[in-house]
């Protein structure tokens, strides 16, 4: 399977404190984005970082891309009540096409107030 | 508003009866995809279109089919639902993402299948 793999799977922190998770892959991509969750209820695109970017921000998100690694992560900063869902890391493969897009696992993330 | 819309959001139904779960999205996207979310499994692809008339297989294409007759409408069909087709079902749709833009999910179907 090409899925990302996300890292750790759960996560649980208290309200004010940063959120990281980790997202890991196996062959060359043209971008990585990252989605959120609430429960049950449909994915929301967060961000996209292409190949030949190192890091982005948006607002309290900031994402790296380190390819030699194979990996990124995502921060979520000043974490709040309300960034309590699932995230995952989705892959667009070279070669897949500009539509194709890998979903990992996700990371369960509960912040507590 | 900028959306993708699944109907219905809830559906419970007994083996082998066809359902089909309509999927529209209003932001002339070339792309739409259908996906499964299961326990552990994360999302799977069903079937996706890259333009009207054209669709091709996922990773989980078994007992679904689908049709793009026009560039908004997507439709999931289940000739002869079975209960490992129980499974919160997501439509998608995009630009496509070399231009830059995520995809625009559903709120998603949670299909019962008894």
């Known amino acids: 399977s090409q899925q990302g793999e996300e890292d750790p799977q759960a996560l649980s922190i208290q309200e004010g404190e940063n959120a990281t998770m980790n997202c890991s892959y196996k062959?060359?991509?043209?971008?990585l984005q990252w989605y959120r969750q609430n429960s049950g209820r449909g994915l929301v695109h967060l961000i996209l970082?292409?190949?030949?970017?190192r890091e982005k921000h948006s607002g309290r998100l900031r994402v790296t891309l380190d390819t030699s690694k194979k990996s990124s992560s995502l921060l979520i900063t000043a974490s709040r009540a309300a960034d309590t869902a699932s995230y995952f890391c989705?892959?667009?493969?070279?070669?897949?096409?500009?539509?194709?897009?890998?979903f990992g696992k996700g990371t369960k993330l509960s912040v507590i107030p | 508003e900028a959306q993708v819309t699944q109907n219905p959001r809830y559906l419970i139904t007994v083996t082998g009866k066809k359902l089909t779960v309509t999927c529209s999205q209003n932001?002339?996207?070339?792309?739409m995809s259908w996906y499964r979310q299961d326990p552990g499994l994360g999302l799977r692809q069903i079937y996706y279109?890259?333009?009207?008339?054209?669709?091709d297989k996922g990773d989980v294409p078994e007992g679904y089919k689908v049709s793009r007759k026009e560039k908004r409408n997507f439709p999931l069909i289940l000739e002869s639902p079975s209960p490992n087709q129980t499974s919160l079902y997501f439509c998608?749709?995009?630009?496509?993402?070399?231009?830059?833009?995520?995809?625009?999910f559903g709120s998603g179907t949670r299909l019962t299948v008894v």
């Open positions: 989705a892959i667009s493969y070279s070669g897949a096409g500009s539509y194709q897009l890998t």
């Open positions: 062959t060359s991509i043209n971008n």
């Open positions: 970082i292409r190949s030949n970017e």
């Open positions: 932001m002339n996207h070339e792309y």
């Open positions: 279109s890259m333009n009207v008339e054209v669709t």
């Open positions: 998608a749709s995009s630009y496509g993402t070399s231009s830059g833009y995520g995809y625009t």
